[in-house]
């Protein structure tokens, strides 16, 4: 009788283990915020607004092709990709200046448009969003419709790629996320 019931016991252990589901990473994901436009690389997609002062015919809205490049006007294609906002302003200030168009060009560059984030698991509608500043865990969240109702609400995974490393960390609702960033929510337990 004994034997059956440790049985029975070492059963029920196991497959309740089974229904547990997955876990959280160890590791809490930072709580700092940092504004991604400062070291976000530029790549094939993405809006930049070039403001060359006192030059209205050379600003205004572009976009990096498909080749890495935006188009300005009078000075043609200019290589974009994979450069931050503050190198991609110093290098059309520098051919703005080789093809003498202006002696002292000053340039801002400022992204418009990042790198889209994603919502996966227990929420109403996943998928990829586009990224705005200031979005936090929660925010993502209501973006992709709220929890669903088998979601362990409040318990997420933060998928991040940093210097080509995809590293997973225990996200809270407040965590601010970053372009590119994958968001999970895990199911309920049981």
Do not use: H, W
């Not at 252990?13 to 930072?30: D, I």
């Not at 929660?138 to 929890?147: D, K, N, P």
Request: net charge neutral.
């Amino acid at each position: 009788m004994f034997r059956a019931r440790l049985i029975a016991c070492t059963i029920a252990a196991a497959l309740l283990v089974g229904c547990a589901g997955p876990s959280l990473p160890p590791t809490p994901a930072p709580t700092t915020a940092i504004n991604p436009a400062e070291g976000y690389r530029l790549e094939p997609g993405n809006r930049v607004r070039v403001l060359v002062f006192g030059e209205t015919n050379l600003s205004g809205d572009m976009q990096v092709d498909g080749a890495g490049n935006i188009s300005m006007p009078l000075v043609g294609n200019i290589p974009a990709s994979g450069l931050t906002s503050v190198e991609l302003a110093t290098r059309v200030e520098e051919t703005l200046k080789r093809d003498n168009f202006l002696r002292e060009p000053r340039v801002s560059v400022e992204v418009m448009t990042f790198r889209p984030f994603y919502v996966l698991g227990e929420v109403r509608s996943p998928g990829e969003f586009p990224f705005t500043l200031g979005m936090t865990v929660l925010s993502a969240i209501a973006r992709a419709g709220g929890y669903d109702y088998r979601a362990r609400e409040g318990e997420v995974v933060l998928v991040r790629v940093t210097g080509g490393e995809q590293l997973e960390y225990r996200a809270t609702e407040r965590t601010p996320i970053q372009p590119g960033d994958i968001i999970r929510v895990l199911q309920r337990r049981l």
